[in-house]
């Protein structure tokens, strides 16, 4: 590798453009002007900054970035207002490699470079890398997506908002159900879809992807760290994102954090958790908040015909889908899903459609390294391999809930009474669009 002009610093032959520090961890990119900084693009792990930046494309009308969004050491680095006041936090595109012992990281290790990273995506695929199944859709290569900062609750307006310290909205009538929204979005799991409508068309229940990438940001984020200094929830033995999980209001493996509750069970406001970075994505305040514990999250991107598991083809837009069961446009239903999916058949790694309770993490490899195919979509998923289960500390011992009902709607993240099995990679696939619980609800996201 060839020297820089930083001190200590090297300039990596991944396209001549990554600066290397001294402990070879990339420091940012080269541009005209020097040394372009992590506002950039997704960050470096274990850094300050890493995991959200800033937006590059221009605004849909009445958002807006709030104060310090440029700012990496700001509370709000990254993070935007819509026009009815949610908070979203925008995440950089980035490309990932799950090290296997022989592509040149440990197993289990992960890289994560940004999408300017490389020149190409062919340069990448020469490096092993590939970009993170979260930044297709409709057919485009996107630079990111926005996703609530928090998990979504009513506004006084009808409104599906991400705002903190208030009451999640969830799919049963006993629960600040959806219908309380505008237009009575049905109190199911489908009435995600018209919630987040509410806020407007372009935006969408959040995607099993964009959920899976978030975890392996806040994994590769926590393998990095080596205190609590810009990752809060860093931990020598516990080192995931805390959040509301042990039904107590307080997390079951950090009783130091500590929920108001909304009123309901030991359901917490979201957002609520103190300290609060300790309850994001990267451990910094401008993360995105209660990915695991307090609620069971509604996501889109996989489903089954009640015999095979179904993936969303990358060519769909998201926030195209509609949540009937009937229509070439739904989610679910034959139609649906011969409109939208590609079929996986009836296993995909630990995915079996099995009663047993699966646990995420294993001394093997616990994703697959492939860039394209199936171990591609898998791992952008969030699936283990069929090896990489069994249950281990660095993924929370998350848990895995693989059974197929037809017209299956996954849910991610745990609630508030799973204990260690809630987490950031926690995934149940045994709801239906017609499931209706006390404690699953939703956040929303939204693609340029």
Known sequence: MS????????????????????????LGFLGPDGLLPAVYGIGVPGRLGFGVGVCPEVLPNGMVGMYG???????NYGNYLTADGSVMVWIPAFYDLWGNGANGLPVNGVGIIGANGFASEAAAAAAGYALH????????????????????????????????NEPPLSSSAAHNPFSILNGSPATAHHGSFAAAKTRGPRFSVASRFQFAALAELAYAHGAQSTNA?????????????????????????DTSVIYASDGYLNCG??????????????????????????????????????????????????????????LATDAWGASGRAANY???????????????????????????????????TARCLGIP??????GTNAFGNDGLYDSRPSDMC???????????????????????????????????????
């Not at 990752?231 to 959040?243: E, I, S, T």
Request: charged share 15%; glycine share 14%.
């Open 342 to 376: 590609d079929n996986l058949g009836p296993s995909l790694g630990a995915l079996t459609a099995s009663v047993t309770t699966k646990l995420f993490g294993n001394a093997a490899a616990v994703f697959g390294s492939g860039g394209s195919g199936a171990e591609w």
């Open 69 to 75: 969004y440029t700012d990496p050491t700001s509370e």
């Open 133 to 164: 199944r979260a930044f297709w859709d409709g057919g485009r290569r996107k630079s990111g997506f926005f996703i609530d900062k928090y998990q979504c609750s009513a506004s006084p307006q009808g409104i599906a908002v991400s705002m903190k």
């Open 385 to 390: 391999l069929a090896g990489g289960v069994g």
């Open 269 to 326: 406001l979201t957002g609520s958790g103190v300290p609060f970075a300790k309850t994001t994505h990267n451990g910094q305040g401008c993360g995105v908040a209660d990915l695991n514990g307090n609620m069971w999250e509604i996501c889109v991107g996989l489903t089954s015909n009640g015999t095979d598991y179904l993936v969303l083809r990358p060519s769909v837009a998201i926030a195209d889908l509609t949540s009937g069961s009937t």
């Open 229 to 253: 200094t810009f990752c809060a929830w860093y931990d020598a033995v516990n080192n995931w994102p805390k959040g509301n999980t042990n039904n107590a209001l307080r997390d079951s493996a």
């Open 3 to 26: 020297k820089g002009n930083w001190a200590e610093a090297q300039v990596s032959t991944i396209d001549g453009r990554v600066v290397l520090g001294a402990d070879g961890m990339p």
């Open 410 to 448: 996954p849910i991610s993240g745990g609630s508030w009474l799973r204990g260690s099995n809630a987490g950031v990679w926690a995934l149940d696939l045994s709801h239906s669009r017609s499931s209706s619980y006390d404690s699953v609800g939703f956040r929303a996201a939204l693609y340029l």
